[in-house]
């Protein structure tokens, strides 16, 4: 008989220290609002690939191959933040039609982790934001949008 392997260690769940070797991917949208706009950006590490597209529909989509470091950067900002500890819903005050809703679903491994909130949410913590403030300056920099 050959060898037995050692047992994989198991991450525990809600484990986001090491996101180096693992699958990583993200889902951000931004809908609504007075002018009914629309916004979705995706990235997933196994295609390697930020998609973005400002039609519900999914008839105008961009993609490009974002930069290792940028893809570093935002695993990092993921790290820090803690996302997977944040709230899934940041509700506000009061319903409005002319809010802005924004979603963000962050998996990395077998974990996966969605938030939502509105441009008037209260309480939203700035993890998030930097989040979002980090995807959206890809997004610009690469010209993704």
Known sequence: MGQQQPPQERNEKGNDRDLS???????????????????????????????SSTDVSGSNITQKQ???????????????????????????????????AYTLTITVGDNTHTTGWTDASKDMPESIIKIVNGIKRIISKEKIV
């Not at 990583?24 to 295609?47: A, D, M, P, V, W």
């Not at 974002?66 to 319903?95: A, G, H, I, N």
């Open 21 to 51: 070797n693992k699958e990583f991917s993200f889902k951000y949208t931004e809908s609504g609002g007075i002018t009914n706009r629309y916004l979705l950006i995706s990235y997933n590490s196994k295609t390697n690939i930020i998609t």
């Open 66 to 100: 974002p930069s290792e470091s940028d893809e570093q950067e935002l695993k990092e900002v993921v790290r820090e933040t803690q996302f997977f500890k944040t709230r899934t819903d940041y509700p506000p005050e009061k319903e409005d039609d002319n809010l802005v």
